[in-house]
């Protein structure tokens, strides 16, 4: 969310007449987007803002903004900490930055913030469609500083996506905190697997992909549409942060372990070779070790093509921090980390070794150290031995390697000597 917010005002600034700087020292203005879904992150932000902090004396005329959801309702601490920046903007309100700029530098702010698709847009692309969430995870930060779900209309996305085509595009990824409640504050109301279907419908896209999923929100509709819309990957990133039920409801995450291997297995049973991956929080207040284990059993059950891990951070602000005391050792949170980091490395070796000698087709959308690579409809990453096709390209590949993170492949036959069918 925070790269497609930081394309956009960063096309916006453009529009205005700004050009890129070599580096961030000797730029005039700087926008910094935070994330603080994590104590690392938001120290990363406040790090940079330190560096700032020597750049502004140096030239007091340069303009800082910060960004993202580092910026809540209430900035009078933030103020108070960072006397020097000049704008706090709240997620996705660009405007008090482009008048702050405007009125530093004297350039006009007219017609910048319309239409903000990417003018050199990557292959593969993201496009926000829900701002905010309405859930409460006791332990999330982001409905407070994001706000209330707020869903972009079905047409202001179709002709989104349709520029970003003419642009080059050929993948875009509808993004959202919680993507399947797409559509339920819209008038007539729809939901994403309406969207799905008319951005299907949308010449030259070539697939679509969506994050993130939520597994009380994740109806049997939106699973149907991806088995059966051809352009929609069969990949699904289904959050289930921890394995025990008791702990689930520490979370208020709102489904309990069953209910969520049920979801799993009505996905599988809907579409076939889906990959599955998911989101795990270990150490949360007060998981005693038999509690842990219940996340590793998850593990072994389902056994993801990936796991986005973390151990718990307490985030100041939210339920947790003011009535759970955080009484998981640093240590002990490492170790859980390890282990479930391990046991993964484990399975992905095991899932991706089982693509040795099969054949898919992946989008070439990056190089990597001279190295064309791609990822297949299931979002695996493969790196392409040999040259051949060009950027933006559906190839066909057979599977020569594996590791546990990525695979390599030989090219075996390019777009133009192959037919691009969406059929399922
Ligand atoms: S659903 Fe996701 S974004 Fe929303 S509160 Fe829970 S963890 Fe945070």
Not at 37 to 44: N, P
Not at 122 to 140: A, E, M, N, R
Not at 301 to 321: I, M, P, Q, W
Not at 356 to 367: A, K, N, P, T, Y
Request: with cysteine.
């Amino acid at each position: 969310m925070n790269v497609a917010d930081s394309q956009r005002i960063d096309l916006s600034l453009e529009r205005m007449g700004l050009d890129r700087a070599e580096s961030i020292e000797n730029a005039d203005v700087v926008v910094v987007n935070t994330c603080v879904v994590r104590q690392s992150a938001e120290d990363t932000a406040t790090g940079l803002l330190g560096r700032l902090n020597k750049a502004k004396r140096n030239d007091s005329s340069r303009v800082i903004a910060v960004m993202g959801c580092m910026v809540g309702p209430d900035q009078t601490n933030l103020r108070q900490r960072f006397p020097y920046v000049d704008v706090w903007a709240r997620p996705q309100e660009f405007q008090p930055i482009i008048d702050a700029v405007g009125a530093r530098t004297g350039l006009s702010t007219e017609g910048c913030l319309t239409n903000l698709t990417p003018q050199q847009p990557d292959i593969s692309t993201f496009v926000p469609i829900v701002h905010g969430c309405d859930k409460f995870c006791t332990f999330c930060l982001i409905p407070s500083r994001r706000g209330r779900e707020m869903s972009r209309p079905v047409e202001e996305l179709v002709d989104e996506v349709t520029r970003l085509t003419d642009r080059g595009v050929k993948e875009v990824t509808l993004l959202g905190q919680n993507v399947d409640s797409y559509g339920h504050d819209l008038q007539p109301r729809v939901d994403l697997a309406d969207l799905m279907e008319r951005v299907n419908d949308i010449p030259g896209i070539e697939r679509i992909r969506f994050l993130t999923s939520h597994p009380n929100d994740m109806s049997r509709r939106i699973i149907r549409a991806i088995a059966d819309l051809p352009k929609v990957c069969e990949n699904v990133n289904l959050p289930f942060q921890a394995g025990d039920d008791r702990i689930l409801a520490e979370m208020r995450r709102g489904y309990t372990r069953n209910q969520f291997l049920e979801r799993v297995d009505e996905i599988r049973e809907t579409i076939p070779g889906v990959t599955l991956t998911t989101d795990l929080i270990v150490g949360f207040p007060g998981e005693t070790e038999a509690e842990f284990e219940q996340s590793v059993r998850v593990l072994e059950l389902v056994r993801f093509d990936k796991v986005h891990s973390a151990a718990y951070s307490e985030r100041n602000g939210t339920y947790a921090s003011r009535k759970m005391p955080d009484m998981v050792s640093r240590e002990e949170k490492k170790r859980r980390l390890r282990t479930v980091d391990d046991l993964q490395a484990q399975i992905q070796t095991r899932l991706n070794a089982d693509l040795l000698g099969l054949e898919f087709d992946i989008l070439v959308d990056g190089e990597t150290r001279g190295r064309l690579r791609g990822r297949t409809r299931g979002d695996k990453l493969v790196y392409l031995t040999g040259g051949g096709p060009a950027l933006g390209e559906t190839v066909s590949v057979g599977i020569t390697g594996a590791s546990p993170w990525s695979l390599e492949g030989d090219l075996r036959a390019t777009q133009s000597q192959k037919e691009l069918v969406f059929t399922k």
